[in-house]
């Protein structure tokens, strides 16, 4: 693949110790990073590429800990509506109406959007036909950990959502063996669990087993919703997190995601057991409530961001989450120093590495590193002037500022434009693929305006 | 200037019946909309210019109720930093160190800044350099009311910021003397009270007499922080609003910002003197805590959208702002339907011409109405697909989408281009005369990471 080297940028290194380099060069050769700030001249003289940044930054690319690929057609199918209308009226039956082609539409028209905020990686929810998704990252050329929702217990889900533990446990295994390491090694497996709600304690424990023995993650929906505690505490004696640390399930390769209705118990316990969690503001905002992200980052949790699925959203766009989360705490806290520009893109970049189980090879700028980064221009109306690059990126950026990204050193994006889809093709057909998954899925939203068809 | 057809377009008109109109037409006569929806074929044969608009929403321009544009070059000064830091330390140096020119290049770059995100008329908060203001708004070709911030007495602000109410008063008579009605009526002058720390009853009653007698308006920052209602009963024997209500300054044309720390009573008396208000999400929640819109709207309130200045938020961007006022009051209510996406529509078009007191002239498409409008094209990653047109506006749509727009019939901006200005001169500029004013200010900021310097 060659060398390729970026020249004169402002580069947030994210490295151990956060270092900034004005005026700097990064160094890519193949895969990895082989330099970072200053470049030795000979090295650079030999470079295959080199492309000159003046006045833009170079970050790590971002790291987006979970994200519904499944979901991406029904964006804005579930707005203002209750959660259980949202569930059995509108989510579940249209990802029930999925295809396996629909699937693999879907994960292209996610990635993209995910490439253009500069995500280079993502922790995939679980989602429907896996092997699309699979595919569809494949050609991407993201970097992902794919996973699909293991369920055994539970009423109202759509039919054979719900299968007997074995079923299930061997759906995860099969899905490992196709695609764990695959593509490079960009594509992973992890084993999924939905929630406490849809998982027995021996589908648990077996998951969590599974994954510490073929050394993977386990990624799963913890303590979402009010109703959560109660149903935890009436059906297992204590709620989510507690039960979890019962059963021995909690560790460092558990990911648990949304985290809003913890007791400062269990953010002990997150910390204590090194368990990794994935803060979603807006779905948060939307659904479920505060997460409880000051205490968690006070006690030493390890906590990321994700976008969750456009339903719930309805950006898939890790710019326009960074900004939630730099905003929402402090409103809650009136505190205007909760949760600081730094503390929310080190939440973005080397704490999504780490929640990902990949903050040996992802997540900063330092030499041996792999080559996932971005590339941001500040040049727009809404960005300048940039005081502080830090605060300019977080607060005042957009995904429209995301000029070029790279994952394992190949160009995803330059100029704007995704290099590895036709994306005209790709935007020509997400609606009206979009508009048969809804009819099949025979849902039929009710007009807040009067509509007038003119002709 | 001729007539315009815009053709095939999905039409939010707002109007009183909200209609959609589905593949519509839009004809423009110099600066008034003549027609919406189907127009005669005759009067569309003889259109000076047609633009067909298939795939594009076409909807009133956006209005932005609270805009500092003295405060544009300071956007990202100010982050994580308490109240006190960000006004004595950050705020009020940076503004009391802008020229006159500094003024006029803050408002251009801040024009465009609400161009680019569909907005066609703004309300100033309260500035610096009102002349300045003045001539960048009749440059840029919006509509605006300019105001001053009047104060008489508080502590801790700059040199000449507090003056004797007299003063105070023939500043504003003068501003509205020579601005009031210009530029073709788009621009005119409200008066500004800054806030019940820095307004003494009289100058508040005086204010309000002038305001009425000249039938223009009033702009005050009103229970803006919880401090605020500590001072204003301890000083007035009341909070703020009701404070107002005793001085008899509460009525139709008075425009109160923020409104955070309201008590119930304070909401009834806003219904009742049809008092208008402007909701700062963003603001809100950085610093000041959540509003109480989705009490405010049950009782009828009229419940604007504003931005705030740039260091108060850091996004001058309208589309990020209804973003955020759909999200932030279900998370607090934990109620999925407070404040619905077509309720965030009305407060950022009807609603916001209502509490400007222009409602019979724009924040609606319907004929005889002013020619303010925007385009919007939806065919992006991060929009599409589109099941409902005002879900996707509200929640996933952004600056970005917005195409072109439309002040008094003419165009302000047309594929991104601001028409108006020298776009790529001011983009230059903008950086370096941000630069100087914060060194003539002195401020410095604390580096977040450590910088190396590599060349």
Redesign the interface.
């Known amino acids: 693949m060659g060398t390729i080297l970026l020249r004169n940028a402002t580069i ?1 290194s994210m490295d151990s ?9 990064v160094l890519v050769r193949d895969d990895r990073i082989a330099a970072v ?2 470049v030795d001249p000979a090295e650079a003289d030999q470079a295959d590429e080199v492309v000159d940044l003046t006045g833009r930054m170079v970050l790590p690319g971002l790291v987006n800990t979970h994200v519904h690929t499944s979901q991406q ?5 579930a ?5 259980l209308t ?1 569930l059995h009226d509108r989510t579940w039956p249209f990802e029930s109406a999925l295809t396996e082609e629909d699937q693999y539409l879907s994960t292209l ?1 996610c990635g ?2 995910l490439i ?2 500069g995500v280079t990686t993502f922790a995939e929810a679980g989602g429907q036909h896996m092997d699309a998704t699979g595919r569809a990252v494949e050609n991407l050329g993201l970097r992902a950990r794919l996973c699909i929702s293991s369920m055994d217990c539970g009423e109202g889900l759509p039919e054979g959502w719900v299968r007997p533990i074995q079923e299930v446990l061997a759906e995860q295994k099969g899905l490992y063996d196709r695609w764990h390491g695959k593509a490079g090694g960009r594509i992973g497996v992890w084993f999924g669990l939905r929630t406490i709600f849809n998982c027995s304690d021996e589908l648990i424990v077996a998951t969590k087993d599974m994954a510490d023995t073929l050394q993977t993650g386990v990624h799963m929906h913890v303590a979402e919703i ?1 109703e959560e505690v109660r149903f935890a505490r009436q059906t297992r004696g204590a709620s989510t997190v507690e039960h979890l640390g019962a059963l021995g399930a909690l560790g460092p390769n558990l990911l648990a995601v949304h985290h809003v209705w913890l007791t400062a118990k269990e953010v002990d316990l997150l910390a204590l057991h090194d368990v990794k969690t994935s803060h979603n503001a ?1 779905a ?7 997460a409880p992200v000051p205490e968690m980052l006070r006690k030493g949790v390890a906590v990321s961001i994700g976008t969750d699925g ?1 339903p719930s ?5 890790m710019m ?1 989450e960074m ?2 989360v730099s ?2 705490h ?2 809650r806290h ?1 505190d ?2 909760a949760v ?3 503390k929310v893109l080190e939440m973005a970049t080397v704490m999504g590495a780490r929640c990902m189980l990949m903050d040996d090879s992802i997540g900063s700028l330092s030499e041996g590193m792999k080559a996932d980064l971005m590339v941001v221009n500040p ?10 690059p ?3 990126l977080v ?2 950026m ?3 500022n995301v000029e070029s990204s790279m994952c394992d050193g190949r160009w995803l994006m330059r100029d704007r434009k995704v290099l590895t889809v036709d994306m005209e093709g790709l ?1 020509d057909e ?2 009206s693929r ?2 048969a998954v ?1 009819r099949r899925a025979g849902i039929e ?1 009710p ?9």
Chains 1, 2 share one sequence.
């Not at 948060?284 to 505060?290: S, T």
């Not at 959203?313 to 766009?317: E, S, V, Y």
Request: glycine content about 8%.
């Open positions: 947030l110790e956060r270092r900034v380099f004005e005026n700097g060069d700030g200053a057609l029904e964006r804005g199918l707005d203002d509506v209750d959660l949202w028209a993209c959007e253009r905020s009010q807006a948060a905002m939307r659904y479920l409530g505060f456009a959203n309805n950006h898939m766009d326009s900004y939630l905003l929402i402090k409103g009136l205007p120093c600081t520009a730094d040049r727009d109306f809404g960005s300048l002037p940039v005081h502080d830090v605060s300019a607060g005042a957009y995904s429209a935007l997400i609606q979009a508009d809804r939203l007009p807040r305006f009067p509509v007038v068809r003119v002709r």
